[in-house]
């Protein structure tokens, strides 16, 4: 990654959960983390987990609420409550329907269990859908797209295994769907996109190539983060670059001046997470890295993505602090992201008048999101 201006054009920061526009029926936790936020039917539209703590909770749910005036107030729609943890809420806007997913997680703080992937749909006279299961155990959706006007669901397997003594191999892969609900491989020939990937952000450019950013976190397939490109005429066949930082939570969003990614920044190492040890085994680095990871600061950043070179130019990070990074991006006025003048970005973070604390000790804290807009004009290197 090169280093950018270091500064954005903000204005508008409103904390949104808990905030003064929730409805009163809505019963918000400390721990408000993953979410996303999408515009649809003339209403905006969010999700998000509330818990008593980013770990692992049997009273965690996802909660649903749309807003009539671009997020100023909101009502509530639905909620998700399992008995055990639920994350990764991700709407998809296709074909005039609005749908919901996330995955199941365990019980235990002390271990990621993920079970199935979930969907609901939202039907204009009768609410939203109880969840169907539509994967088996062991599955994390990260992102659902439409590349070519098609679903596109990235999701990634194997990471029940990722922080335990005995780590197996993670998949990243790419599933699709005729209805929403029934899912499968986007190629059946080629099911793994990335080994050893695991949350994996992508995002389809105006001439058809597709754009791929996937976290590595080791130990047997490298650490950081893959940068891919795929041709329009086969979205698998993908070139990739690595950079030694790791891209927690990526998110891609395309305008006219550019393609932006935001995700989580480490301040420590100069962003690196994988420090380029060359003593120790895969595994121990691997440990040694995710700890220090957890032990330093970190922020919620914007970069311009050079989608011809595979690089990251960072343009300024976003109010933000310790536990962190999680965003969704709309128009703020309810159009088309691609073509808005403002952003409004909505994030998790610590809250902002507290203490800058490392990522780890923030986990256990306190989470609010925030929303933020973000000034478009073609200034903006891309």
Partial sequence: ????????????????????????????????????VVDFAGRRWMAWRTARSHFASADARLEVVSSPDLGTTWEHETTIALGRDIREPRFLVWDGRLLLYAFEGGTNPRRFEPGRVLVIEHWADDGWTAPSFISPPGCVVWRVRLIDGHPVMSLYRGAETLFTAHPQPLTAELWTTDDGFAWGPLDPSREVLVAGGTETELAELADGRVVYVCRKEGPDHGWGTDIGIAPAYDRLDVTWRSVPEKCDSPLLVRHRSGLRLITRRQLAFAGRFDQGWSRGSNLLKTRAYQASYSLTRKRTAVYDVDVDHLSLTHLGDLPSRGDTAFAAVVDADGGDPVDADRWTVYNYTSPLDGPDLPWLASQLRPTQIVAVDLDLEPELPG
């Fill in 1 to 36: 990654m090169t280093a950018g201006p270091g500064s954005l054009r903000l204005s508008g920061l409103r904390t949104v959960v808990p905030g003064p526009g929730l409805p009163a029926d809505v019963e918000v936790g400390r721990s408000n983390n993953n979410l996303d």
